[in-house]
């Protein structure tokens, strides 16, 4: 994957590379902080259709959506010789009673059987994640179990 | 009535138009800079209302709205910027520099303003606005375009070209000896260097020295290094406003970015004066015998700049619509054609036909350049969708 790197003199630096489709999709980053999701039109790839302002959180959600779909789909692809085990991912939203605390505290394991694989978090991935892990607002599980302990792992992180 | 008293009517009114202005320019999406030259025309020299009170105040303000402008001008670009865009587009700029100075200074010759006018009128003619293609930029939501890096470095590159052309401008305008013209000259091009190898090496020293937490006394020392080095450059023949854009380029990073945003609304009011006492000075029966050969410069340097900026971003590998739009981008000129030819009105040693034009052209390009950057895409898509057949409705979303 080549992404493209281009200064822009005042006003910060834009990150972007070309699609299979033809569209051109990247970020601008202003020197203020701010990120910019740009996406070029379909007919003329210079220039842009939309360029949609995203806080540091969106930003971090939505990598971790784009990143985490892969990483789901890799694992769903190494567990299907396995029936009745599924792959599914759930975000910490800013009310869940564990944001801000150590993973372990959910005891998720324990009490519904489910294995956390990793967290997709501000694009990155931290795999294995330990016990000690603290959640952070806009990070994205990645869980392996049964359905219905996928169904109880979802009911804990929502409401404890 | 009491002096003190007529002074703070006088600029209180003048301000408060001003407001009105502003909001009138924001309204219809227009920069008011046009606005202001005309709110100056209106009144002043040769206007409908004379304004005798305020002149001490509005001169030394007008001053410091020289000042504060290319202040930010310098603070706009880091000094790494600065140096990478010379490396990477100095064909460009140079060809910027070529194309649109010599329409300027061929006028000011043919209408026999001698080598004062010309260098005078090619600056006002070569220099874009950066505040105006930097807002229609951002207007017209084209940050994330393929051109922008283009046009961007353009500006870079005439904003080392201002730090070169306003030590030789105030040479010339002082009316100096050939020697004595190449001495200042020669001081001001170690001056720049010195300062952006001081700034790339040792920025943070100069950062430290005038940041604060405190935003209030960040501003005391912003204001006061600013007026400093501008009285002290002024003092050594080099023009005030070089002294402080060489500060903005001294000043970097973070220490940078707080600076414009702390100094913005003073360079507003500031430079808003400063406009309206350049219109306020031009008497406006001096426009109309001048307003044929403006809107021809108009129409010969719009051209040019467009190609520019065509040949530019045609380098840069971009696609028809986008080279059009790179080169309408640039056509705006303003604020820094206006403190050219304020600079050169104030030494008294041109002609007032010059301010006239000066003002006429301005007033023009700041309204026919950000109209052009709007309309130039549709424009160049109808014009390439009439003879081509329809494309294909092979449209994916």
Redesign the interface.
């Known amino acids: 994957m080549n992404v493209d790197e281009?200064?822009?003199?005042?006003?910060g630096r834009?990150k972007?590379f070309m699609t299979a489709?033809g569209?051109?999709i990247?970020v601008?980053e202003y020197?203020?902080g701010q990120t910019?999701l740009?996406v070029?039109t379909?007919?003329?790839?210079?220039?842009?259709q939309?360029?949609i302002p995203l806080t540091a959180e969106e930003a971090a959600a939505l990598g971790n959506l784009l990143g985490g779909q892969r990483l789901a789909m890799q694992l769903s692809e190494e567990h299907r010789e396995i029936p009745g085990i599924v792959t599914r991912q759930f975000s910490i939203g800013g009310d869940s009673p564990f944001h801000n605390q150590p993973m372990g505290k959910a005891c998720i394991r324990t009490r519904s059987g489910v294995s956390i694989v990793a967290i997709m978090r501000e694009g990155e991935v931290v795999p294995s994640p330990g016990p000690d892990v603290v959640l952070h607002p806009g990070d994205l599980l990645v869980a392996v179990g049964t359905q219905q302990g996928l169904d109880t792992a979802a009911d804990i992180l929502r409401n404890g | 009535m009491d002096p003190l008293a007529l002074t703070l009517i006088e600029l209180g009114a003048v301000v408060f138009c001003l407001g009105l202005l502003a909001r009138l320019a924001g309204r219809i999406g227009m920069s008011p800079i046009p606005l202001y030259l005309v709110g100056g025309l209106f009144f002043g020299a040769g206007g409908l209302v004379k304004l005798e009170g305020m002149h001490e105040f509005a001169h030394l303000s007008s001053e410091i709205g020289v000042i504060l402008l290319l202040l930010m001008l310098g603070l706009?670009?880091t000094a790494a910027?600065l140096v990478?865009?010379l490396r990477r587009s100095w064909k460009a700029g140079v060809l910027d520099l070529v194309l649109n100075f010599i329409p300027g200074a061929g006028l000011a010759v043919l209408l026999g303003w001698g080598l004062v006018g010309a260098m005078v009128m090619g600056g006002v003619t070569y220099i874009s606005s950066?505040g105006i293609a930097?807002k229609v930029i951002t207007d017209l939501?084209?940050?994330?375009?393929?051109?922008?890096?283009v046009v961007?470095?353009i500006?870079?590159f005439e904003d080392l070209a201002m730090a070169v052309y306003l030590p030789i401008l105030t040479a010339t305008l002082a009316g100096v000896s050939f020697l004595v013209g190449l001495q200042t000259v020669g001081i001001s091009l170690a001056v720049v260097t010195v300062v952006l190898v001081v700034a790339l090496r040792h920025g943070h020293h100069v950062s430290k020295a005038v940041h604060s937490e405190n935003s209030e006394v960040f501003l005391l020392n912003l204001l006061g290094a600013a007026l400093l080095v501008a009285g002290l450059a002024a003092a050594m023949q080099v023009s005030a406003a070089v002294g402080a854009f060489m500060l903005g380029i001294a000043i970097s990073g973070a220490t940078a970015?707080s600076a414009t945003r702390i100094l913005e609304p003073l360079r507003d009011l500031f430079a808003a004066i400063f406009f309206v006492v350049f219109g306020l000075n031009t008497d406006p029966s001096s426009i109309p015998p001048v307003l044929g050969w403006a809107l021809m410069l108009a129409v010969l340097t719009a051209a040019t700049k467009m190609i520019t900026g065509i040949w530019a971003a045609k380098r840069a590998g971009?696609?028809l619509?986008?080279r059009f739009?790179a080169g309408a981008a640039l056509i705006a000129r303003g604020e820094f054609s206006i403190v050219i030819a304020g600079l050169a009105v104030a030494s008294g040693v041109v002609p007032h036909d010059l301010a006239a034009l000066a003002t006429a052209y301005v007033l023009i390009m700041a309204i026919m350049g950000p109209l052009a950057a709007r309309y130039v895409?549709p424009a160049v898509k109808m014009l390439r969708r009439r003879p081509a057949k329809p494309?294909p409705a092979a449209?994916?979303?």
């Open positions: 281009t200064d822009l003199p005042g006003l834009r972007d489709s569209r051109r990247g601008v020197r203020e910019e740009i070029s379909w007919d003329d790839p210079d220039t842009c939309a360029s | 706009e670009y910027e990478t865009g950066s930097a939501g084209r940050i994330g375009n393929r051109e922008t890096p961007l470095s500006l870079v970015h971009i696609a619509p986008g739009r895409e494309r449209r994916p979303i």
